[in-house]
């Protein structure tokens, strides 16, 4: 079936190029294409690292450390147990937990097994996780202990034939031991939970027995599926974009080229990796590309946890940090942010939902360091445009496409617009996905006839070629005939000194259509609607002024820190 979509979509070449502006101003040192035919496996990737590095640090948690060769030796043991199980190659496997050891090592060993890894958000309900094993069809799950509660909840609607739980310590020998005890009985995070007894294993018996077992002599191909990664993607209807090995190692290849790093640097680099593995962002960009430079991925279990977050970055030397506009906005309304050593930093990235230029100035302000921006989707494995490594300011924009990508913006009639106006960005590169899992309906709802992927989002190219997001196609809200971008407003909102973040949404309004209506969280009590829209009247013309501002306390999030726009408006609060 994999196959069969690529054929569908042409692979990499037998489609007409899109101009491409921004060669002309595209870094000298940096080729346009890389070696697609040369790329090999996640597997490949991992084994290089494991010979090459095996006593550096690859995982780092709860201040203990684990290195590139006990990392590989788990990650055998558990491919060789999944073997044991009767899971074969294809076979897919859920994995449901935060960033603690556990999970890195749980990836590697289902791929090890020729196995399909599923992530899975560990804060979803019952219903959320029985929609998704049974769409995927995944025979096995391993999940943190914390969501046990919620895997017993929904067993009587699941096929899964094995689940394995974890502690958060797993992996860590004897300081593990005592961290599972602290989160089990002082912290009370474990509920109750009753799985069935011959179905269940725990994750220190799967490396205890998989030790003694061979390891699966499974053939893994580039074109076999490394990934099924869920995604509302550009219609909001859950699906999985399915990833290949050679999606995701050509991603890690074109970042790598991008940045310049090598795996033969003599000082190991660390990622802080605040944001979930489960979400594409961190499962490239901070986990695989790092174990391919043989860096060190310092692992976040709840970045949610402000004083934990922020005392981890005082007490780690770091070099590199991915995140999202709101955990950047966190991290900056901590009282202690300024005790973090920053003088080791290389740069820091990034992505996920636009960064705010109030936002980005503080940061440059407080840490001495440019946010430099990128933009992806999970369908692109997931990086498209980035910015280069030594901006020196914030440039607003997602910069350029990675090598070997082709970008398009094109209007409603499917042809390219003209250079600085505005349309739906669309992406050819051996990083896009083979298609979305089971809908090849919706696969050719978001192709081109040429090929290229249709992402939902409204860009422009800049005069230099680099891409500019306006915004999202869906969140576009049309006021008497103008169309208004969210991005916009809450880029001048945020600077407001009394808010401490916003989103912006559409509501249906009798006299223009839509409204334009602000949901806001308040740093300064006395921040009041009518002060704001007097604000955003002195720096946005009338029909973009929300017409509304609804105060909250907090604001809809992804766990990934991502503002929920649609929640806002498919459930506005009362004002």
């Given at each position: 079936?994999?196959?069969?979509?690529?054929?569908?979509?042409?692979?990499?070449?037998?489609?007409?190029?899109?101009?491409?502006?921004?060669?002309?101003?595209?870094?000298?040192?940096?080729?346009?294409?890389?070696?697609?035919?040369?790329?090999?496996?996640?597997?490949?990737l991992?084994?290089?690292?494991?010979?090459?590095?095996?006593?550096?640090?690859?995982?780092?948690?709860?201040?203990?450390?684990i290195?590139?060769?006990?990392?590989?030796?788990?990650?055998?043991?558990?491919?060789?147990?999944?073997?044991?199980?009767?899971?074969?190659?294809?076979?897919?496997?859920?994995?449901?937990?935060p960033?603690?050891?556990?999970?890195?090592?749980?990836?590697?060993?289902?791929?090890l097994a020729?196995?399909?890894?599923?992530?899975?958000?560990?804060?979803?309900?019952?219903?959320?996780?029985?929609?998704?094993?049974?769409?995927?069809?995944?025979?096995?799950?391993?999940?943190?202990?914390n969501?046990?509660?919620?895997?017993?909840?929904?067993?009587?609607?699941?096929?899964?034939?094995?689940?394995?739980?974890?502690?958060?310590?797993?992996?860590?020998?004897?300081?593990?031991?005592?961290?599972?005890?602290?989160?089990?009985?002082?912290?009370?995070?474990?509920?109750?939970?009753?799985?069935?007894?011959?179905?269940?294993?725990?994750?220190?018996d799967?490396?205890?027995?998989?030790?003694?077992?061979?390891?699966?002599?499974?053939?893994?191909?580039?074109?076999?599926?490394?990934?099924?990664?869920y995604?509302?993607?550009?219609?909001g209807?859950?699906?999985?974009?399915?990833?290949?090995?050679?999606?995701?190692?050509?991603?890690v290849?074109?970042?790598?080229?991008?940045?310049?790093?090598?795996?033969?640097?003599?000082?190991?680099?660390?990622?802080?990796?605040?944001?979930?593995?489960?979400?594409?962002?961190?499962?490239?960009?901070?986990?695989?590309?790092?174990?391919?430079?043989?860096?060190?991925?310092?692992?976040?279990?709840?970045?949610?946890?402000?004083?934990?977050?922020?005392?981890?970055?005082?007490?780690?030397?770091?070099?590199h940090?991915?995140?999202?506009?709101?955990?950047?906005?966190?991290?900056?309304?901590?009282?202690?942010?300024?005790?973090v050593?920053?003088?080791?930093v290389?740069?820091?990235?990034?992505?996920?939902?636009?960064?705010?230029?109030?936002?980005?100035?503080?940061?440059?302000?407080?840490?001495?360091?440019?946010?430099?921006?990128?933009?992806?989707?999970?369908?692109?494995?997931?990086?498209?445009?980035v910015?280069?490594?030594?901006?020196?300011?914030?440039?607003?924009?997602?910069?350029?496409?990675?090598?070997?990508?082709?970008?398009?913006?094109?209007?409603?009639?499917?042809?390219?617009?003209?250079?600085?106006?505005?349309?739906?960005?669309?992406?050819?590169?051996?990083?896009?996905?083979?298609?979305?899992?089971?809908?090849?309906?919706?696969?050719?709802?978001?192709?081109?006839?040429?090929?290229?992927?249709?992402?939902?989002?409204?860009?422009?190219?800049?005069?230099?070629?680099?891409?500019?997001?306006?915004?999202?196609?869906?969140?576009?809200?049309?006021?008497?005939?103008?169309?208004?971008?969210?991005?916009?407003?809450?880029?001048?909102?945020?600077?407001?000194?009394?808010?401490?973040?916003?989103?912006?949404?559409?509501?249906?309004?009798?006299?223009?259509?839509?409204?334009?209506?602000?949901?806001?969280?308040?740093?300064?009590?006395?921040?009041?609607?009518?002060?704001?829209?007097?604000?955003?009247?002195?720096?946005l013309?009338?029909?973009?002024?929300?017409?509304?501002?609804?105060?909250?306390?907090?604001?809809?999030?992804?766990?990934?820190?991502?503002?929920?726009?649609?929640?806002?408006?498919?459930?506005?609060?009362?004002?």
């Open positions: 079936m994999v196959q069969d979509q690529l054929s569908r979509r042409g692979g990499a070449d037998g489609a007409r190029h899109a101009p491409r502006p921004w060669l002309a101003a595209y870094p000298s040192n940096v080729p346009v294409e890389i070696d697609i035919a040369g790329l090999g496996t996640l597997i490949d991992f084994g290089n690292s494991v010979r090459r590095h095996g006593k550096r640090p690859a995982i780092q948690c709860f201040g203990a450390q290195d590139f060769a006990t990392l590989g030796q788990s990650a055998e043991a558990v491919a060789a147990w999944l073997a044991a199980q009767g899971l074969s190659k294809g076979d897919r496997v859920a994995i449901m937990m960033n603690v050891p556990a999970y890195p090592t749980a990836i590697l060993g289902v791929l020729g196995c399909t890894v599923v992530n899975v958000n560990p804060l979803y309900t019952a219903r959320e996780l029985t929609a998704q094993l049974n769409d995927s069809g995944a025979r096995a799950l391993f999940v943190l202990e969501f046990a509660h919620t895997v017993a909840e929904a067993i009587p609607g699941l096929r899964l034939e094995r689940i394995v739980v974890a502690g958060p310590g797993d992996g860590l020998g004897l300081k593990g031991r005592v961290i599972d005890l602290v989160s089990r009985h002082l912290k009370k995070a474990v509920k109750p939970y009753a799985l069935p007894a011959d179905r269940t294993s725990r994750y220190g799967v490396l205890r027995r998989g030790r003694g077992l061979p390891r699966p002599n499974v053939s893994v191909a580039p074109d076999d599926l490394a990934f099924l990664q995604t509302g993607g550009t219609t209807i859950a699906k999985a974009a399915m990833l290949t090995h050679r999606n995701v190692v050509a991603n290849v074109q970042c790598q080229t991008w940045f310049g790093c090598s795996a033969d640097d003599p000082v190991a680099r660390v990622m802080v990796t605040a944001l979930p593995l489960y979400h594409i962002f961190a499962l490239t960009c901070c986990f695989f590309f790092f174990l391919r430079i043989g860096g060190c991925c310092l692992l976040v279990p709840n970045p949610r946890d402000a004083d934990g977050f922020v005392r981890t970055l005082r007490t780690s030397r770091f070099t940090l991915a995140g999202v506009n709101t955990l950047f906005n966190l991290l900056l309304n901590h009282p202690r942010i300024g005790e050593d920053y003088s080791h290389d740069f820091i990235i990034a992505g996920g939902m636009a960064v705010q230029a109030p936002v980005a100035a503080r940061w440059k302000a407080v840490t001495g360091h440019t946010i430099i921006e990128g933009y992806g989707l999970s369908e692109t494995s997931p990086v498209v445009c910015n280069p490594p030594k901006l020196a300011e914030w440039s607003g924009t997602i910069g350029f496409p990675l090598p070997s990508t082709d970008v398009a913006i094109r209007g409603a009639d499917g042809r390219d617009v003209a250079l600085g106006e505005a349309g739906e960005l669309c992406v050819r590169g051996p990083q896009v996905m083979a298609g979305y899992w089971n809908r090849p309906d919706e696969t050719a709802r978001a192709t081109t006839p040429d090929g290229y992927f249709r992402t939902g989002d409204v860009a422009v190219f800049q005069t230099d070629g680099q891409v500019r997001i306006v915004d999202r196609m869906k969140d576009m809200i049309l006021v008497s005939g103008f169309n208004v971008y969210p991005n916009e407003i809450e880029e001048v909102l945020a600077g407001h000194p009394g808010i401490l973040e916003c989103a912006v949404v559409g509501a249906q309004n009798a006299e223009t259509g839509e409204m334009v209506v602000a949901h806001v969280v308040r740093k300064d009590a006395a921040l009041t609607s009518d002060g704001l829209r007097t604000y955003a009247r002195s720096q013309t009338g029909y973009k002024v929300p017409r509304r501002v609804v105060f909250h306390d907090a604001l809809p999030k992804t766990n990934v820190g991502k503002v929920l726009r649609r929640a806002l408006r498919d459930d506005p609060p009362a004002s």
